[in-house]
């Protein structure tokens, strides 16, 4: 009987901080004290098989694959949204909900992201899940509750007291491009083809028969809709969304509520606006009226509710043909082949150039001159070719092929085993020669205002510039006779590199445009090196060595630094007044990859001085306690943080303390 109890003690333990984990991103113990309290209940049950659950966290996976799904029919119909596809479909939408209703008031909805994944149902009977289906034809789908079970964010008992007899719960089951990407590595580390998107992935892993497979996919949930329901009657479906979490539901954090249409096309336009920042695919928004009354007074169409409607954000797609395919050069190189299209409207930008990014890629989809193409336009993220409409091929269409030398000096161009690119192997093609130049004035790097490409082609073809150092010898009557350039404009661009030369290394190194070395690497080189002539100096080793610095960036590190030319072509610039701003030198490193929180006021030190202290010993100070802090440092009248940090175990000192360790 003790073991019973310990039993269930350690289920609800574990439910508990399942839900903290999943549901509020904000776990309370280390994964090591969780994977103690699941192993202890693991043994228990071992050796006690009469003690298992249903509802035990040890019964997520099944033992036995299945030979096949059965069908589950859902006791409500799983019915899809009518689509708005654009603000006067949403105007409608409301107009024809107040006219059902026949009230001239605003109606309030809930406004929630429309996640690109599967739509599931779980089905629980008092308190514990019961099973799960696909949404299938929306009357009847397939019968996943064994890889349902295996989703760590689903509960497999409700956190409640009285849970209702019955309760159907449904949402989207999704994969988070992060933990996608990890996915697709390990894929091809094991030499295995890697998934096209993370929803045919997550459509995939819950269609398994065998439930391991879907377990070690990192599949989540985010529940949105309610389908029976014994007993509870909630007012409003926020009310509803609200109790979602506390049962151990995870909800997507971007739902809002608000009244009229106005809101609602602010809505859509906010999240289409936040579209790429997030970490999952959404295809649109969804609208809902929020009295569950009103709902209820709507109804169903035969297809679709009246009540709810899917916002459709703006195409990211389109039909259009190839005109011609040419190769472009880069400053590395890289000879990049680009498709010239008929030019076709993308969500309001007219798109004319797409990137077939290389030959491998134009192999792989077919790509010829003449094919009718499906273009996606997606963020900053440059026009692709998504596919050939084969059945619209003309019948004379050959296959593609990037040249064998180069479109822009005729050097010879190679394709090294290791890499997906063939590249120019002439350093002074013009191609290469005005990349490079482009890339060093640029924004990022050394940011010489009004240098622009136009004017990099120009005096590049006019022979006035070939190298970054050339740029500082310039002189206002080489660029005022220029083409296009007056006294004004030709007197800025001047003025623009007199300012310029005042930099800093990180900006400096990053413009020299070494090969995979990027804004952040320069940055960690200005830190270690300090000069550029202690980067003259450095050997491979003290590249390597460098946390976050791999030997291929090492080894292109040093062969760049240890050239002669690239020494005089850097040393020339600085005899041409290029100057590099000294950064706060580091006093000590006993504070590396430590990160420090305080709290309270502090009695001897000033926040701000605190705060030097730990980075001139190379910490980090943050605002807020996670499971990353180190130390959490406290004065007087330390409130909530202090309680946090007691509770996730991280090491608590005192002032003087503190003052101690830094000396
Ligand atoms: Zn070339």
């Known amino acids: 009987m003790v073991l019973k109890k310990r039993a269930q003690e350690l289920r609800n333990e574990i439910n508990i901080h399942n839900i903290q984990y999943y549901v ?3 776990p309370i113990i280390s994964d090591s004290e969780y994977d103690q309290l699941l192993n202890e209940l693991i043994q228990i049950e071992k050796n006690n098989p009469e003690l298992i659950t249903l509802d035990s966290p040890t019964q997520r996976v099944g033992s036995t694959p299945l030979s096949e799904f059965n069908t589950i029919e859902h006791s409500l119909p799983m019915l899809s949204l009518a689509n708005a596809m654009n603000d006067d479909e949403i105007f409608d939408f409301d107009k024809q909900v107040k006219k059902i209703l026949n009230t001239e008031n605003e109606i309030e909805y809930t406004c929630e992201p429309k996640l690109d994944g599967l739509a599931v149902e779980l089905v629980y009977e008092n308190g514990i899940f019961n099973h799960g289906s696909t949404r299938g034809n929306g009357y009847i789908g397939e019968d996943i509750t064994q890889n349902l079970k295996s989703i760590k964010s689903i509960p497999l008992k409700l956190n409640d007291e009285n849970p209702p007899s019955k309760l159907e719960i449904r949402g989207e089951v999704f994969i988070n491009h992060k933990d996608f990407e990890k996915l697709n590595q390990s894929q091809l580390n094991l030499g295995k083809q890697p998934f096209a998107n993370p929803r045919n992935c997550a459509a995939g892993s819950l269609r398994q028969l065998d439930s391991k497979i879907t377990a070690q996919r990192p599949l ?27 049962w151990g539901f995870p909800v997507n954090n971007l739902i809002k509520t608000g009244i009229n249409s106005e809101f609602l096309i602010q809505y859509k336009n906010k999240i289409e606006n936040l579209r790429d ?44 043909i190839i005109n011609n395919i040419f190769p472009s050069v880069g400053r590395t190189g890289a000879v990049t082949p680009v498709a010239k299209l008929k030019p076709v409207n993308i969500g309001g930008v007219l798109v004319s ?6 030959q491998d890629e134009i192999d792989k989809k077919d790509i010829r001159i003449g094919d009718t193409v499906i273009i996606q336009r997606a963020g900053d993220v440059i026009p692709e070719v998504v596919k050939v409409i084969l059945e619209k091929r003309n019948k004379d269409t050959k296959k593609y092929n990037l040249p064998n030398s ?59 510039i070939q190298d970054f150092s050339d740029i500082f010898k310039l002189k206002l009557e080489d660029i005022q006779k220029l083409e296009r350039q007056g006294k004004k404009s030709a007197l800025n661009i001047i003025r623009s590199i007199q300012l310029a030369k005042n930099t800093n290394l990180s900006r400096f190194i990053h413009g020299l445009g070494i090969r995979n070395v990027g804004e952040h690497a320069s940055k960690l080189l200005e830190e270690k090196f300090q000069s550029i002539d202690n980067l003259f100096q450095a050997q491979y080793n003290d590249f390597v060595n460098i946390h976050e610095i791999g030997d291929v960036m090492a080894e292109s590190l040093f062969k760049y630094f240890s050239s002669k030319e690239n020494q005089t ?60 802090t180190d130390f959490l440092i406290f004065g007087e009248k330390a409130g909530s943080k202090l309680k946090k940090a007691k509770k996730i175990g991280i090491s608590i000192i005192s002032e003087s303390d503190f003052i101690k360790m830094s000396k």
């Open 24 to 26: 509020h991103d904000n």
């Open 220 to 246: 989540k949930i985010n529940c949105y809709a309610l389908g029976l329901i014994s007993q509870t009657q909630f007012e409003r479906h926020s009310d509803f969304l609200k109790q979602l979490p506390k």
């Open 277 to 320: 920042d997030l970490d999952y695919d959404i295809d649109g928004v969804v609208f809902k009226v929020n009295s569950i009354i009103h709902q209820n007074k709507l109804g169903n169409r035969s297809k679709n509710p009246r009540w709810a409607i899917a916002g459709k954000f703006k195409s990211r797609q389109a039909t259009t």
């Open 353 to 358: 150039n797409a990137t077939l990014h290389n």
């Open 406 to 464: 180069c479109p822009e000096c005729n050097s010879i161009v190679l394709k090294p085993d290791d890499e997906a690119v063939s590249r120019c192997q002439n350093f002074y093609c013009p191609a290469q020669i005005k990349g490079r130049l482009k890339h060093f004035v640029a924004k990022p790097c050394m940011n010489i205002d009004g240098f622009g490409k136009k004017l990099v082609n120009q005096l590049v073809d006019e022979n006035l």
């Open 569 to 628: 072509l850097i040393k020339k610039s600085i005899l041409l007044g290029i100057k590099f701003k000294q950064i706060k030198s580091l006093s000590s490193e006993k504070f590396t990859n430590l990160t420090f929180v305080f709290t309270g006021s502090l009695s001897r030190l000033k926040r701000s001085d605190a705060k030097n202290i730990v980075e001139k010993n190379g910490g980090k100070v943050t605002s807020s306690i996670s499971k990353k």
